[in-house]
């Protein structure tokens, strides 16, 4: 690297910023060692880094100008090459879409994938031949944002039987078709706390108009009966019945795998995308062979006389033989669970599952292809259905425990939808005694132990689960930024809704430096004393120095007797500092604090992504902390290379002074990071 590069690197943004300012940061964020220029294969390695994939159809154009353009693009090529998909390309730069610290997501799921995939209990399905002749040990995992990223792995390419997965979107291809009052007048929306394939029916006149077991038509004076819900066999029986009855079933299940096509990326206009959802013709025979209880349910249906009729008309064969009769079976039953054990054969991947899903998550629209496959009319009144019923008999405890919208299938497979976020799939064909994947239920409790994503984790604030919407350097950013800030400030309302809010205001940041360390420097007694009373504890820095230190340092005597009153050893803090007196450059100052705590806790974590993403975001390289610190600072600290690279490169100085008077090159020699301090030595010589 040119020896002056950091100081030209900052000159060369402000020159960007005087043509566009918004792909200027952008298209600096990029830029690496000391050109001005990027290198393309390094910018579609960041894209697919933030996991977007090299096949996205909202990609392809870029991608193929990218090529065309070579190794290397300037700053007026990029403007004109990102502009075929340009929200996509600064959501994914600036670290804003669904998902934002994909990869750091990635590995979490990967450490849990593994730890699930040792679990070898459960059984696989037998009542249907089929399903009893999977490899029991597949396991596969995929996940789809809002915004597209994909997240797979293990058997994630492999099809498997839809089976009751296809429940939920039956319910909405119904309702689109017909709307939601006509459906429920055929099937209504309780759990139904009973088996799957349970033969009771409810008692039900019409959408919400629940009237108890016995309750009578007023009209005709006959019991009315209704499938519990959609999710149930009998509700998915009656659904498939009221998708296309005037219909050829062939007709009637084109649609259904065309809609189902297009959940997963199929489009009718191009052939970019996903095929057809394959169907199992065997699978649909055994299904039918065996499905008794189907079949009854199928007749029970039409004996409420809540199953449209189809087109066939009933026929009055005179048989010629006195003792002999045509058997007549309604053609309404047959077709209705030919349609049902066909559909229930279907077979897709995780991934293309996973893809269902985020539509559902995504209100609708895929969002891949930014088809609109349902309306969110339709996804609305699905959702709450799953949500209480699509789980088995076990969807309360489910509710409750991961509390996510979830149906599962025999053939092993679980979708959950996280609204607005994403669509995850988890594929493995051990069941439990309730139908559910092990695996799949095990999968789902881990994500949402780790994650803050069940429905009602919006009202917890005092958990140490991630946001998968924040990334993770943000995330720590707010676990102390905001308390150390306002005891910085002096600001005691700030700190008493932190309490309330049971924020642990004794955490400390990449320093250690705690609120109470702030409020001492900077002499906000009363600060001090709310923490103290609030049972705050005096811990040391990274230095091993206590508030007490920084009171007495700065010479605030009323805060030195506070501390005075506790009885603890307090130790000084040692900062190594060769040249206090040397020369300085000056940090910038950014509005955004706890961005910058952000920027800084990135620095320490090795995170170039997180600090690419902030850079984009037009956040300055060297803006300081409270402490004057900055992020050149704490790579130093802790020998993040990378991280040191991409602040010079960026513009970042290289004799900035934090509170202390301690510069970049001390960090690194206190802490005896060799590779940093041959760095940096070798450009200030
Ligand atoms: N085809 C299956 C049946 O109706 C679906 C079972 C399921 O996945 O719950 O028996």
């Known amino acids: 690297m040119k020896k002056d590069t950091y100081k030209n690197k900052a000159t060369f943004l402000e020159k960007l910023k005087t043509k566009s300012k918004r792909e200027a940061n952008l298209f600096f964020s990029l830029c690496e060692d000391d050109s001005e ?26 991608f193929q100008n990218l090529d065309a ?62 399903l009893a002749e999977v490899d029991p040990d597949q396991f596969g995992v995929a996940i789809v944002t809002a915004d597209g990223q994909i997240y797979q792995k293990g058997d994630s390419n492999v099809d498997f039987s839809i089976q009751s997965m296809c429940k939920p979107f039956n319910y909405c291809f119904a309702m689109e078709r017909l709307g939601l009052e006509k459906v429920h007048q ?30 009578k038509d007023n009209r005709n004076g006959k019991s009315s009966r209704v499938p519990f819900n959609p999710m149930v066999n009998a509700g998915a029986i009656m659904t498939a019945g009221l998708i296309g009855p005037e219909e050829s079933h062939s007709q009637r299940l084109r649609y259904i795998r065309q809609q189902f096509g297009r959940l997963i990326g199929w489009s009718p206009k191009d052939d970019f995308g996903a095929e057809l959802p394959r169907f199992n013709k065997n699978m649909a025979r055994q299904e039918n062979f065996t499905g008794y209880n189907n079949i009854a349910m199928g007749y029970l249906l039409m004996a409420t006389g809540n199953l449209p009729h189809t087109k066939t008309k009933l026929h009055n064969d005179i048989h010629p033989d006195e003792d002999e009769f045509d058997f007549y079976t309604e053609p309404a039953v047959t077709e209705a669970l030919k349609l049902y054990f066909s559909i229930c054969s279907l077979e897709m991947t995780s991934v293309n599952f996973a893809t269902a899903a985020a539509t559902l998550a995504n209100s609708g629209v895929n969002p891949l292809t930014q ?31 991961v509390g996510l919208p ?44 780790k994650y803050l994503v069940h429905t009602f984790d919006g009202t917890m604030t005092d958990t140490d689960r991630l946001d998968p919407k924040i990334p993770i350097s943000k995330w720590r950013a707010n676990s102390c930024g905001e308390a150390i800030w306002a005891a910085s400030n002096g600001n005691i309302r700030t700190l008493e809704r932190l309490v309330s809010e049971q924020r642990d205001l004794q955490n400390g940041d990449y320093d250690m430096r705690t609120p109470l360390h702030l409020a001492s420097a900077e002499g906000q007694l009363e600060a001090v004393q709310f923490l103290l009373k609030q049972g705050v504890k005096p811990i040391p820095d990274r230095w091993g120095g206590y508030g007490y230190f920084d009171a007495k340092n700065n010479n605030h005597k009323e805060i030195v007797k506070e501390f005075e009153k506790l009885d603890i050893d307090y130790t000084q803090a040692s900062h190594l500092i060769e040249d206090p007196n040397g020369k300085t450059d000056k940090m910038a100052i950014y509005d955004d604090e706890l961005a910058v705590i952000e920027l800084l806790f990135a620095a320490s974590e090795n995170n170039v992504e997180g600090i690419r993403n902030l850079v984009a975001k037009g956040i300055p390289v060297h803006a300081g902390d409270y402490d004057s610190r900055t992020a050149l600072h704490l790579a130093a ?18 004799f900035v002074r934090d509170r202390w008077g301690a510069t970049p090159l001390d960090e690194a020699k206190r802490e005896k990071r060799k590779s940093v301090i041959n760095y940096l030595k070798d450009l200030i010589n």
């Open 371 to 401: 088809d609109r496959v349902l309306s969110q009319k339709t996804v609305r009144n699905c959702l709450p259905v799953l949500q209480t019923s699509g789980m088995y008999n076990a969807s309360g405890t489910f509710f409750q425990q």
């Open 637 to 654: 600290a802790e020998g993040c290379l990378d991280v040191v690279e991409y602040l010079v490169t960026h513009g970042h100085p290289l």
């Open 37 to 62: 220029i990027v290198n393309t294969k390094k910018f579609k390695e960041v894209l697919l880094n933030s996991g977007l994939k090299a096949n996205d159809k909202r990609l392809y154009n870029l």
């Open 69 to 130: 353009h070579g190794d290397k693009i300037v700053f007026e090529d990029f403007i004109d090459i990102i502009r075929s998909s340009e929200l996509i390309v600064e959501k994914s730069l600036r670290g804003e879409l669904s998902i934002p610290d994909f990869s750091y997501f990635a590995k979490n799921l990967d450490s849990m994938f593994d730890e699930v995939k040792k679990i070898k209990t459960g059984e696989l399905a037998s009542y249907i031949p089929p």
């Open 186 to 215: 055929h099937v209504g929306q309780e759990p139904s706390g009973r088996q799957f394939d349970d033969l009771t029916l409810l008692a039900k006149t019409a959408i919400g108009d629940l009237q108890g077991e016995h309750a």
């Open 406 to 449: 979830a149906k599962s299938g025999v053939g092993g497979g679980v979708i959950l939808i996280v609204p607005r976020l994403m669509g995850i799939c988890i594929f493995s064909p051990r069941l439990d005694k309730q139908g559910n994947s092990v695996r799949g239920i095990e999968m789902a409790r881990r994500i949402t132990s």
